[in-house]
């Protein structure tokens, strides 16, 4: 069943996310756009504050250029954070830059590629991304307004989670989760479940993270992890 993956922005909620359950901390700026990227002082003290007890990711900006998200990659690797998020937005270049990332960064950083499921997620990146050498692969959405589940029907989803375990990729299903939406896609087989605005004071992702919201995530997933019991 998916782990949770919960985004964070400064190392106080990465440690309020551990506490309260999550099984990775993602560090971005709820604040600069859809994978909105942390200063990298700050990816670095959050991966101080969590100190190996759980995978640390995180996000490099919204980089439409190639060249310029391949730059940000590779600073981004250098934080020590255990994933790299990469978003691959529409536009010429992105299998370049998939097999760009692959030979620059493959070797000493696990990629994750994140397709958006409001911009055209071209599906064809995810063969080249596990040819690449990628970690694995994620949908998430641009837009915060709507949700993954307004965009994308569950059957597509489960595509596109069969697609990248058949390529030996992890996959995970992201953008304005709410915590009743894990009965629905936990079935599906991702490996992980991403929230931030869903876990936010009054759903707003501009806003701290709650306790008791994160809790409440991660305890919906060990209850659907769950054996049921003999009837």
Do not use: W, Y
Not at 192 to 215: H, K, N, S, T
């Amino acid at each position: 069943m998916p782990k949770l993956l919960v985004s964070v922005a400064d190392p106080a909620e990465a440690i309020l996310a551990l506490d309260a359950g999550a099984d990775l901390i993602d560090a971005k700026d709820p604040a600069a756009g859809a994978l909105g990227a942390l200063p990298e002082a700050t990816i670095r003290a959050i991966v101080a504050a969590v100190a190996g007890r759980r995978t640390v990711t995180a996000v490099i900006g919204d980089h439409e250029d190639p060249g310029a998200a391949l730059d940000a990659a590779a600073r981004v690797a250098g934080t020590g954070v255990d994933m790299v998020k990469v978003g691959l937005f529409p536009g010429p270049g992105r299998a370049r830059l998939v097999a760009d990332l692959g030979r620059a960064l493959a070797p000493q950083a696990r990629l994750v590629g994140v397709l958006l499921a409001d911009r055209n997620p071209d599906l064809a990146l995810v063969p080249a991304a596990a040819e690449a050498g990628f970690a694995g692969m994620m949908l998430d959405t641009a837009g915060k307004a709507g949700g993954l589940l307004t965009l994308m029907g569950l059957d597509r989803l489960a595509e596109f989670v069969a697609l990248a375990r058949r390529h030996g990729l992890m996959a995970g299903l992201a953008g304005s989760l709410r915590v009743s939406d894990i009965d629905r896609l936990a079935p599906l087989g991702a490996d992980l479940l991403g929230f931030r605005g869903g876990l936010c004071e009054g759903l707003d992702r501009r806003r701290p993270l709650r306790r008791d919201a994160v809790a409440d995530a991660a305890a919906r997933l060990g209850a659907v992890a769950a054996p049921r019991p003999a009837a």
